[in-house]
C-alpha cells in the first residue's frame, strides 16, 4: 500500500479526503495544526510550511505528496510571500531531496479568474490571475513544471474550483467539485502512469463549467457528480453577486480592493 503525504491535512479539502481516501493509501497527515482523531491508516506529523528540514522529515519514505498547505484565499503579500510562495518552494524541493515520485498540487481557478464567464478555457491557456493568491498558484505550477522537467517528478497540477459537499452560490455551480470526484483526480495523480507534468480543471461534470477539461478526461478522470442536481435549491436562496465580479471567473476575487469596475481595457483581451 502506497504512502500518501498530506499538507494543510487539518484544512477543509484534506478532510474530505480523508474520508475518500481511507483503505486506500496510508495517509501521514502534516500540517502546523492538529488534525482531530486519528482513523485506521493514518498518522500525523507536524511541520512548518517554512522549514524544509521538517518537511523533508516529514516526507521521508512516502511515495507521493498531496500538497494543500498554505493560505487557500486572497492574503497580505507577506502571508502569501511565506505560506504560498516559501512554502510551496520548499514543499517540492522536501519531495525533490527525498526522493518523492509524485507531486499532487492543489492549484486553483484563480490562476486564470480574469478569464470572463462567456469563454471556454483549457488548460494551455495563459494565466490571468486575479489575485496575489492566484499569482502564487500561478508560482506553484511553474515549480511543478520546473520540478517535473529537471529531475523528472510527476507533477499534476489541479486547478481546484470548490470542494464542498454541494455547491454554494450561483458561481459555484460552474466549478464545484464533489469530494468523491477530488479524491477520483488525487487519486489520477498519485497513480497515473503516463503523468509527467499535467494541468486539470478540479471541478466535478459541471453542465455550467466554462472549462474544457480535455485533459482530466484524457487521463481518465471520469467524474460523478454534476452540480445541477443542485441548481433550483441553490439558485433560490442565493443573493445577488456583485457587478464588479459576476462577468469574470474568479467572481469576488476580481474586484477585492478594487474601487472600480476591473472590466478590461481596450487591448486587454488576449487572442488564444
Ligand atoms: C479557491 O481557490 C479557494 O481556495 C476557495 O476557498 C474558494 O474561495 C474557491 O477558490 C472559489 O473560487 O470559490
Not at 478540479?202 to 457528480?225: E, K
Amino acid at each position: 500500500m502506497k504512502t500518501v503525504l498530506i499538507t494543510g491535512a487539518a484544512g477543509g479539502i484534506a478532510t474530505h479526503l480523508r474520508r475518500e481516501l481511507a483503505g486506500r493509501y496510508r495517509l501521514r497527515l502534516c500540517d502546523l495544526r492538529t488534525v482531530g482523531e486519528l482513523q485506521a491508516g493514518e498518522s500525523f506529523v507536524q511541520a512548518d510550511l517554512s522549514s524544509l528540514d521538517e518537511l523533508q522529515a516529514a516526507m521521508r519514505g512516502v511515495d507521493a505528496v498531496v500538497h494543500l498547505g498554505g493560505l487557500s484565499m486572497e492574503g497580505a503579500w507577506d502571508d502569501i510571500l511565506s505560506a504560498n510562495i516559501a512554502g510551496c518552494y520548499n514543499a517540492y524541493e522536501a519531495a525533490h531531496r527525498e526522493g518523492v515520485g509524485r507531486f499532487v498540487f492543489a492549484s486553483s481557478n484563480h490562476v486564470a479568474g480574469f478569464y470572463r464567464r462567456d469563454e471556454v478555457i483549457d488548460d494551455k491557456v495563459y494565466p490571468r490571475p486575479d489575485s496575489r493568491y492566484g499569482v502564487s498558484k500561478v508560482f506553484g505550477e511553474a515549480l511543478g513544471s520546473l520540478y517535473a522537467d529537471k529531475y523528472g517528478m510527476q507533477v499534476l497540477c489541479l486547478r481546484i474550483g470548490n470542494v464542498n459537499p454541494a455547491p454554494l452560490d450561483a458561481r459555484r455551480l460552474a466549478i464545484w467539485l464533489s469530494p468523491r470526484d477530488m479524491a477520483q483526480l488525487a487519486v489520477i495523480g498519485i497513480e497515473h502512469p503516463d503523468i509527467r507534468f499535467e494541468v486539470v480543471y478540479g471541478v466535478s461534470d459541471n453542465r455550467r463549467s466554462w472549462y474544457d477539461n480535455r485533459n482530466a478526461h484524457r487521463l481518465g478522470y471520469r467524474p460523478m457528480d454534476d452540480s445541477e442536481t443542485f441548481a433550483n435549491t441553490v439558485l433560490a436562496g442565493v443573493p445577488v453577486e456583485d457587478p464588479r465580479g459576476a462577468p469574470f471567473q474568479g467572481g469576488a476575487f476580481v474586484h477585492q480592493e478594487l474601487f472600480d469596475n476591473p472590466a478590461p481595457l481596450p487591448g486587454r483581451e488576449r487572442v488564444q
